[in-house]
């Protein structure tokens, strides 16, 4: 007994000896961050009101590591429109299906309390003289439009936000259903489609009875609307360049964990060179007052789709060498196209060369736990990039980081 209790003491002091030739190794303090200090980047779904749109800068300055990165919403909305009015300047008097003077048209919009659906539905609606001061369905008054040398009156016909059975927004299948009914209500009526995002125009020209040959414009350039552009299929898109949005999402985290600050922290390797030489190729701006990283938008067309077709990466991101890091990432909806077609496979593509490793977690676009209940195990990663349910969702994210 006597001599297990001596080497048991011994160990005992063996133990204690080489804790504090630790502590004192780091002066005594741990090297730990806690989690309410680490990097957050809310991306592609801005922290806002749904009703006004107001951005939650609560959620914005939980700590002086927070950023958002998307794309200029306005910007693109008024793209979309552009793209649409050049498309009918150039349009001939055939675009009258049945020649009764009205260009009427059938808008699939994605969400009516997400800023960037608001963005393009005032975007669209602007560019033809339907804006009737609200984004809301219905809610729209007659435009005008001169096609070869005749004015007709622009009538939008229907507007509808497009929600799934499961109460998903931005809904392929939804946009199926409508077309095949607004396609049987209003018949040669319609003669323009125009839609939010390219998954449900895609989905509208799955409708068996869509009318042939009516013009369809999207918005978001995924793979699939791009190939159909270039068959002659879709008529436009708008790319909101998703490869600058998904590195600058990385960027802004890598820079903030190699310890930058100020405006290093939104311009190194996005705007500017970094150390490395990186630097994204597409226009990017930082917008301070709400502490936004926005890549701006382009029109695509039969003209220049190729430019945008699959398979192209920015040449001007490369191989960096820093110590790997851990980000989780949460994705609002595994079926959104325009995320899971484009966006995470850029994001997959791209942080490697930063040396981040990711962890996806993926919602059902519907219920916002279906990402809060796998934001889990924070004390594991060193950064976090929040893809949001719901837009006024960002102090769920924020009240578990506390801990």
Same mark, same amino acid.
Request: glycine fraction near 12%.
């Given at each position: 007994m006597k001599a297990i209790s001596k080497i048991s003491y011994k160990s005992a002091l063996a133990v204690l000896a080489c804790s504090l030739l630790a502590l004192a190794s780091c002066g005594g303090k741990s090297n730990a961050v806690l989690n309410k200090d680490k990097p957050l980047v809310f991306f592609n779904r801005q922290p806002s009101d749904p009703t006004t749109g107001q951005i939650d800068m609560a959620s914005m300055n939980w700590n002086d590591k927070t950023y958002y990165v998307g794309f200029d919403a306005a910007g693109g909305g008024a793209v979309q429109g552009t793209l649409i009015t050049n498309y009918l300047m150039?349009?001939?008097?055939?675009?009258?299906?049945?020649?009764?003077?009205?260009?009427?048209?059938?808008?699939?919009?994605?969400?009516?309390?997400?800023?960037?659906?608001?963005?393009?539905?005032?975007?669209?609606?602007?560019?033809?003289?339907?804006?009737?001061?609200?984004?809301?369905?219905?809610?729209?008054?007659?435009?005008?439009?001169?096609?070869? $040398?005749? !004015?007709? +009156?622009? /009538?939008?016909?229907? *507007?509808?936000?497009?929600?799934?059975?499961? &109460?998903?927004?931005?809904? @392929?299948?939804?946009?199926?259903?409508?077309?095949?009914?607004?396609?049987?209500?209003?018949?040669?009526?319609?003669?323009?489609?125009?839609?939010?995002?390219?998954?449900?125009?895609?989905?509208?020209?799955?409708?068996?009875?869509?009318?042939?040959?009516?013009?369809?414009?999207?918005?978001?350039?995924?793979?699939?609307?791009?190939?159909?552009?270039?068959?002659?299929?879709?008529?436009?898109?708008?790319?909101?360049?998703?490869?600058?949005?998904?590195?600058?999402?990385?960027?802004?985290?890598?820079?903030?964990?190699? $310890?930058? !600050?100020? +405006?290093? /922290?939104?311009?190194? *390797?996005?705007?500017?060179?970094?150390?490395? &030489?990186?630097?994204?190729? @597409?226009?990017?701006?930082?917008?301070?007052?709400?502490?936004?990283?926005?890549?701006?938008?382009?029109?695509?067309?039969?003209?220049?789709?190729?430019?945008y077709s699959s398979g192209k990466r920015d040449m001007g991101v490369k191989q960096i060498q820093a110590d790997k890091k851990k980000v989780l990432l949460t994705i609002y909806n595994s079926a959104d196209n325009f995320l899971s077609s484009s966006y995470v496979p850029a994001l997959k593509y791209y942080a490697p060369l930063l040396n981040l490793e990711l962890t996806i977690v993926q919602g059902d676009g519907q219920n916002e736990l279906s990402c809060l209940d796998r934001f889990t195990n924070l004390n594991n990663f060193d950064a976090f990039a929040v893809n949001m349910v719901k837009t006024n969702s960002g102090a769920d994210y924020t009240g578990k980081l506390k801990y």
């Open positions: 150039q349009a001939d008097a055939s675009i009258d299906r049945n020649g009764d003077g009205v260009l009427g048209y059938v808008l699939c919009i994605g969400d009516v309390g997400h800023n960037d659906s608001k963005a393009r539905t005032e975007g669209i609606r602007k560019a033809l003289g339907t804006w009737a001061g609200s984004t809301d369905p219905g809610i729209v008054q007659a435009g005008s439009v001169t096609i070869a $040398g005749k !004015t007709l +009156k622009v /009538v939008e016909l229907e *507007g509808k936000a497009m929600t799934g059975t499961d &109460g998903s927004t931005w809904n @392929a299948n939804a946009a199926t259903e409508a077309m095949g009914g607004w396609a049987t209500k209003f018949a040669d009526q319609i003669d323009m489609v125009v839609s939010n995002n390219d998954g449900m125009a895609m989905g509208c020209l799955q409708a068996s009875n869509y009318p042939a040959g009516v013009p369809i414009f999207g918005y978001d350039a995924n793979a699939d609307a791009i190939e159909a552009i270039g068959k002659g299929v879709l008529t436009g898109t708008v790319s909101q360049n998703v490869d600058a949005q998904a590195t600058a999402t990385l960027q802004v985290l890598r820079n903030l964990l190699d $310890g930058l !600050t100020g +405006k290093d /922290v939104y311009t190194k *390797g996005i705007s500017e060179a970094d150390k490395y &030489g990186n630097k994204i190729s @597409a226009p990017v701006q930082y917008w301070q007052d709400v502490k936004a990283v926005m890549a701006e938008n382009s029109g695509v067309t039969m003209e220049n789709w190729e430019n």
